[in-house]
Structure formats: C-alpha cells, structure tokens
C-alpha cells in the first residue's frame, strides 16, 4: 500500500505566502518525479509545478517566480512554496508521484487526497 498525504493548505489574503507539503509512504520501492496539480471550480486540473529525482523542475507559467518546487529525497516529500499568492491561484491542490512499489516492477502516478488553497481578501 502506497498513500500521499498532503497538508499545509488554507486561507490567506492576496499576497501572503503558503507552504503546501507531500509526503509518500509505505512500501516503496523507488520515486521518479513528482509534482502538483491544481483544480479550480469549473476548470480541469492544471500541472503546476514538477520536480524530477535530480532536481530538475518545471514549472506553469503563470507560477514562475512565485512558486517554487523542492523534495527531499530520503523523506519521500515534495514541497512547494507560494508566494505573493494571487485569487486566481485559488484551487484545490494535488501532489503526485510516479513511483515504483515493492510489488509491482513498473512505474505508475499516485495522488494525493488535495488540499484546499483559498486566496481571498
């Protein structure tokens, strides 16, 4: 069994900051990328942000410069920074890995539960 559990999710005003964090557990064999989504009201879940196993990362562009993507490799946790929060960032939040189990040989993308981010004045 594999679960990601997210937290750090809330409400803010615009311009404030939050940290949202991600950490995968259970039997894990291995983790390639990582990443979060996001999906507004009405709208289809949009990537965010990604994060390979070496650090590289990729990012939506709306969010570049703001957002910033981070994991810690020996905690199974992704992060991601957000800063100068806009309304428009308003979304539930989902992490995601592409992870490799101790029961199966192949590689398949696991989700989080999401987490609510609420950026209103």
């Known amino acids: 069994q594999v679960q990601l559990v997210e937290s750090g999710g809330g409400l803010v005003l615009p311009g404030e900051s939050l940290r949202l964090s991600c950490a995968a557990s259970?039997?894990?064999?291995?983790?390639?990328?990582m990443g979060w989504y996001r999906q507004a009201p009405g709208n289809q879940r949009e990537l965010v942000a990604t994060?390979?196993?070496?650090?590289?990362?990729n990012y939506l562009d709306s969010v570049k410069g703001r957002f910033t993507i981070s994991r810690d490799n020996a905690k199974n946790t992704v992060y991601l920074q957000m800063n100068s929060l806009k309304p428009e960032d308003t979304a539930v939040y989902y992490c995601?890995?592409?992870?490799?189990?101790?029961?199966?040989?192949?590689?398949?993308?696991?989700w989080g539960q999401g987490t609510q981010v609420t950026v209103s004045s």
């Open positions: 259970g039997s894990i064999f291995s983790i390639n990328a």
């Open positions: 994060i390979t196993s070496g650090g590289d990362t």
């Open positions: 995601s890995a592409d992870l490799r189990s101790r029961s199966y040989k192949t590689y398949s993308r696991y």
